[in-house]
């Protein structure tokens, strides 16, 4: 037996020859005499065309603690050197004004992205062979019960990740997380950022109940505030009762695109329109689950019947491949609302869209140097 307990983050092993199973169901080594070895190991008889699919150390998908994408865990600051592009979870919903929920969204997204794979087929983009990727754990939020704290604490953290030059990609959440993330993205880039946002919403509404900040309004703030440039701003899927709140969308110069005219033009046009939108500029990829129809996403905050399929999104975010991508977010998952798990495991899917986007533009500007 082990005199010490050995730990490998979220997980204590005591006896000697066990394996552990850490960051993103890797197999991080073998104890031996009471130390970790700095090899891993392989489970015999792996197909190479697995390996291929899955990574150099293959292991069930159920197996092992769940991170995103079963990438590497690095919650702390002094782990995050190398990495490229960071995985986030930002576990607050303080801002909803339907059904709460959403601060459960970042794990029931982890456990259903160990779902995906490590390439993506029609882009052929293979996102772990550009870039260092990494799940930074979530975002310390002390101000749980006070929202203007809350969002402060949360634009604390992201601007410690810009400032590491990591590309945050953030699950959420409800919409109001996606503030905070914009304003530290745009300090550090010194420029208001475009955005390509997918919802039913536009999420440019007034004070509510003498409060700004909720997951209503980010997009307002965010261009009142420098962060978001509304000339470079197109909203795509909107649609619902709530239209007559979007007069800021319209006035501040957005794009905005109605489920209607998304059908009537076709989802090649409506990426030809993002792409004129946000020009070559830095973009922001906002996707809200409530963007596709409630049969896609039934666990969401404020459902709205009629919106695009997962297919049509897929479409849509991999027609973005090649824009100049700083930062990106997934957000209203519920799971509560969601007992089957459909809305966490689209979610996951469009992040891993997004992650895609992140890893083809890092590689894009490694191959111009």
Known sequence: ????????????????????????????????NGRLSDKPEQMSGVPEERLA??????????????????????????????????L?????????????????????????????????????????????????????IEGVYVLDRAIEDIEAFYSKVVQSRIMPLSAGGDHCISLPILKAISRQLGEPVGMIHFDAHCDTG?????????????????????ALDPQRTIQIGIRGPAEPLWGF????????????????????????????VVSDGPVYVSFDVDGMDPVYAPGTGTPEVGGFTSFEAQQMLRGLTG???????????????????????????????ILCLMAARLSSKADQK
């Open 1 to 32: 037996m082990v005199d010490e307990p050995v730990s490998c983050n979220a997980v204590i092993l005591f006896t000697e020859g066990l394996f552990l199973y850490g960051q993103g169901q890797r197999v991080v080594g073998e104890l031996e």
């Open 53 to 86: 699919a899955w990574g150099e150390v293959y292991r069930p998908r159920y197996t092992g603690v769940a991170t995103f994408m079963r990438q590497p865990l690095r919650e702390l600051e002094s782990e995050w050197a190398g990495t490229d592009i960071g």
């Open 88 to 140: 986030i979870g930002v576990p607050f919903d303080g801002g909803v004004t339907n059904r709460p929920g959403a601060r459960h969204g970042p794990r029931a997204l982890r456990e259903q992205s160990t779902l995906m794979g490590r390439i993506n087929h029609q882009t052929g983009v293979k996102p772990y062979d550009a870039a260092q990727v990494a799940d930074l754990g979530d975002v310390p």
């Open 206 to 226: 007034p004070e509510l109940f003498g409060h700004k900040h909720h997951h209503g309004g980010p997009f307002r703030v965010a261009v009142e505030d420098g």
């Open 249 to 276: 969308s319209y006035d501040s110069g957005m794009t905005v695109i109605h489920i209607e005219e998304l059908y009537a033009m076709g989802i090649e046009a409506v990426i030809e329109k993002a792409l004129e």
């Open 323 to 353: 824009i100049d991508i700083v930062g990106g977010d997934l957000v209203e998952v519920s799971p509560p609302f969601d007992s089957a798990n459909t809305t966490a495991l689209n979610g996951a899917q469009m992040m891993w869209e």
